[in-house]
């Protein structure tokens, strides 16, 4: 990884908010992307939230991308390009939680602070038989104690760089290398031939399921869209016509304009398609969508939507969701 053994807290920190909720495949590619283009925290403070939430698109959880822009305003502008060198200075920027705070602390700074990630939380359950879920207040509390007491004060970077590497190549999610592992002799999980058992965590909650029914409006390259302000998903990136209902849609209701409450009437001709239903998952919602893709011959107005013209729409960042149907051949 091209963040492995650095000491810059602008790298760390910007790879660590791009790796919340985000594999290392994925990330490493926006990472890479995010460097070039924003070299220095400067940099990125200094241009507009527009760009970095198109750089960002498809990365999902928006909310990162937002503090990821607070949080460059802040240590640019306010703090001279210097980000904290404490635990509590860490934390207080928006977006920086237990585990960035710790990974910027140690790896940066020196601090004796225990990154506790997926791979940490594999191996420390394991060895230690942690039975309580880990995805729950007590669990989490029992592992960062433990990661805390067990941290080297001298090397906390050596030894979080050791304990994530261990886990990720030796005590691994599936076929740990149990037969020549060093903690082999006091692995509570091995002793109990429980490895794949651990880490425990809650049962998982039921998806909310959700109906997003959009309206694509064309008129010669350019779309009716606006910017999402509500609080929840997706807040900051743009998106079409939108009506949400409760339960699905019947198909012959998909393909008026009223359905969105437009007084427009359409002929055959001007439907470009419905799309079949898309299905996005986010981690507690299932988003069910149609598309309806229609090409106007003339403009309407709408009270809260704009038109894009095809210049400007390449400059806004979508969810993915849409993005998709977009780019779909
Ligand atoms: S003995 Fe197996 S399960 Fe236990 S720490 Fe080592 S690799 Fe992981």
Not at 277 to 283: E, G, K
């Amino acid at each position: 990884m091209p963040w492995k053994g650095i000491r810059d807290p602008y790298k760390i920190w910007l790879s660590e908010i791009i790796l919340q909720q985000t594999r290392v495949e994925q990330g490493l590619d926006y990472y890479n992307r995010f460097i070039k283009r924003f070299p220095t925290v400067h940099d990125l403070a200094q241009v507009n939230d527009n760009e970095v939430f198109k750089m960002w698109e498809g990365l999902g959880y928006y909310t990162r991308c937002r503090n990821l822009i607070k949080t460059a305003k802040e240590i640019s502008l306010e703090r001279g390009g210097i980000f904290p060198q404490s635990v509590e200075g860490l934390l207080s920027l928006k977006g920086v939680g237990a585990y960035t705070a710790a990974a910027i602390g140690s790896f940066a700074f020196g601090l004796p602070l225990a990154v506790v990630d997926g791979n940490v939380i594999r191996v420390l359950s394991r060895v230690f038989g942690i039975t309580d879920p880990i995805d729950q207040a007590n669990g989490k509390k029992m592992l960062e104690l433990l990661a805390g007491e067990l941290i080297d004060k001298l090397d906390p970077a050596s030894y979080n760089q050791a304990i994530m590497d261990f886990g990720a190549t030796v005590c691994k999610p599936k076929n740990p290398i149990c037969e020549t592992c060093p903690l082999r002799k006091q692995c509570y999980a091995l002793k109990h031939n429980a490895q794949t058992n651990f880490p425990i965590k809650a049962k998982k909650k039921k998806p909310i399921e959700r109906f997003f029914y959009y309206l694509l409006l064309e008129h010669q390259g350019s779309q009716l869209v606006r910017k999402r302000i509500e609080n929840g998903i997706w807040k900051d990136l743009f998106e079409f016509v939108l009506r949400e209902t409760d339960e699905p849609a019947e198909e012959k209701e998909l393909s008026k304009l009223s359905f969105w409450g437009i007084k427009h009437r359409l002929t055959k001709e001007d439907i470009i398609e419905l799309s079949s239903p898309l299905i996005h998952q986010l981690t507690h919602q299932r988003i069910h969508c149609r598309i309806l893709h229609v090409q106007l011959h003339d403009k309407i107005n709408h009270p809260s939507h704009v038109w894009k013209s095809r210049s400007q729409l390449k400059k806004l960042a979508f969810p993915r969701l849409i993005t998709r149907y977009l780019n779909q051949d």
